[in-house]
């Protein structure tokens, strides 16, 4: 406990104590628009295919959008990019409440949906890039790596837990305009402190112009003439195993989405529908509690082991779904079940971080992040007709079948040993913002620690 304590303690001191507070309330609006929108447009347009379609063209674009605005950042740096997404962002929220009060057509209103979605401002994604940029230019060891992925993790599942939560107060205390009118004002505010915050600095970015310049000149100095400097300005192929994990995360994303659909039939079917949030909601809380403990894990425990131990666990923790037809045995299942999710999604993104190069993570976890949202949008929406045809175990059956692919991809997918890029170059950040090399521990050459997630 006391080790877990300080690993957690070298990151705090890498990024300061403000910034993962930022990060977490910057989340919240993701967690709260979703969920959100489909609410609001459900009660002011009185139909449940409207707020679906609503809700779909905002994933949409989320899905799209999201790895353009990665690129982005790793080119210009994140903080003009996440101060331009928020504010647009803002904006469109506030778009779609208007929209939907004022009764505006289906078209229209889901054209504001792929807007919100497609300005969502990555700040999950982008606040691991940066707390990993901070860990490597402090030349902290691979436990204290693998800690920055565990507590971003952590952040993620706890948003994606209160967001929802947040809503469906809002939603019976009043109305669902007043949780999605609370995104637009937190992310306005806590998107821009986000950026704002002097730690962006450390992914500032090397613009179009020196990007090219670089590539031009690794060309010419190998003495491969013009042909070589043209290949080497485009960008290097990803290695397979990134392929393989934003498979394993579509996967997963799935396995959200199916949950999500079987759990609300199962309690439709006995009566208590209103359970079904809080169902969900007791898996998240297991899963954002584990992900913090694997930051005990040391770090020769591999990610090809953790991969792998993360994905058996979820079948075999998913196989008692399609068995389970009472509310409190639902509540034990889906419950132990969360504790499979977070390791796999920690892992996956350690795995992304590890493999990419530095001057492309924030892309790469983009579209790590958008492959999840993918899985869970198409699978809610094709679950929900399962479960109306086969009823809950239609959709649990749809859990399990993306856990058995799931494990096949980590069990064929070969992952590299160590590095094979060099860390990212140091970059000048204020003084209050560096720790000591003790804070940040010392390369240790092993294994990356347990990383990232979610939703």
Known sequence: MAGTVNTYRRVIALTGPLLPLLSFLARLPVAMSQFGSVLLVAET?????TAGIVGGTLSAGQVVFGPVLGRVADRYGQRPVVLAAAAVNAVATGALVAGALGGLATVPLAAVGAVTGASVPLIGPLARTRSVALAHRAEAGEGVVGAVHSLEGTLDEVSFVFGPALVGLAALVAHPAIALGGAAALVAVFG????????AAVT????PKAGRDVAAGAGAGAGAGAGAGAAARRPARHPRVVYAVRGSLLLQGAMFGACQAGIAALTARLGVPGQAGIVYAAMGVVSAAVGLALGALPARIGLRVRWRAATAAAL????????????????AVVTVLGAAYAPHLITAFALTERVVEPARLGEATAFAASSLVAGQAVALAACGRLAERYGPAGAFAVAVGAAAL?????????VPAARPHPAAPKVFIPAQQTASPEAAGTPDGAAP???YAGR
């Open 449 to 451: 620690g347990p990383p």
């Open 406 to 414: 799931s494990l096949v991809l980590a069990l064929v997918t070969r």
């Open 316 to 331: 075999a923790l998913s196989v008692p779904l399609l068995f389970t037809d009472a509310l409190w045995p639902l509540y």
């Open 204 to 207: 500032a970015g090397a613009g």
């Open 192 to 199: 821009a402190a986000f950026a704002l915050h002097p730690t």
């Open 45 to 49: 347009s009185g139909s449940l295919a």
